[in-house]
């Protein structure tokens, strides 16, 4: 069973950068599809990005395509997002995500009922 704990976050400037990171336990962590996901006030949680077990591919929201990078470390049992070019509209809770089957398709994670376990989240707010 993967743990998930997200950090990281804080009040920014449109324009700035931000990266978060989620530290996370478990023996099955290195086998599993990754992903981080968001949620404004009054607004669903929205998919953002995911990544494939190996780190070799990603997957994104057209939303911040070109502006966030998904990665990973399997060593260090840690998942990134690099956020470039924030927008008052990134301003949400983050949260980091473990899909539910081992080896899961990346695309697949961009749906809640796919994921497995959901880190506590992390606030990220921006500024305009």
């Known amino acids: 069973q993967v743990q998930l704990v997200e950090s990281g976050g804080g009040l920014v400037q449109a324009g700035d950068s931000l990266r978060l990171s989620c530290a996370a336990s478990?023996?099955?962590?290195?086998?599993?599809?990754m992903g981080w996901f968001r949620q404004a006030p009054e607004k669903d949680r929205e998919f953002v990005a995911s990544?494939?077990?190996?780190?070799?591919?990603?997957y994104y929201a057209d939303s911040v395509k070109g502006r966030f990078a998904i990665s990973r470390d399997n060593a260090k049992a840690m998942v990134y997002l690099q956020m470039n070019n924030l927008k008052p509209e990134d301003t949400a809770i983050y949260y980091c995500?473990?899909?539910?089957?081992?080896?899961?398709?990346?695309?697949?994670?961009?749906?809640?009922?796919?994921?497995?376990?959901w880190g506590q989240g992390t606030q990220v707010t921006v500024s305009s």
């Open positions: 995500a473990a899909g539910k089957i081992s080896g899961m398709a990346i695309v697949t994670l961009r749906e809640r009922k796919n994921v497995g376990i």
């Open positions: 990544i494939n077990r190996s780190g070799s591919s990603t």
């Open positions: 478990g023996r099955t962590f290195s086998s599993s599809t």
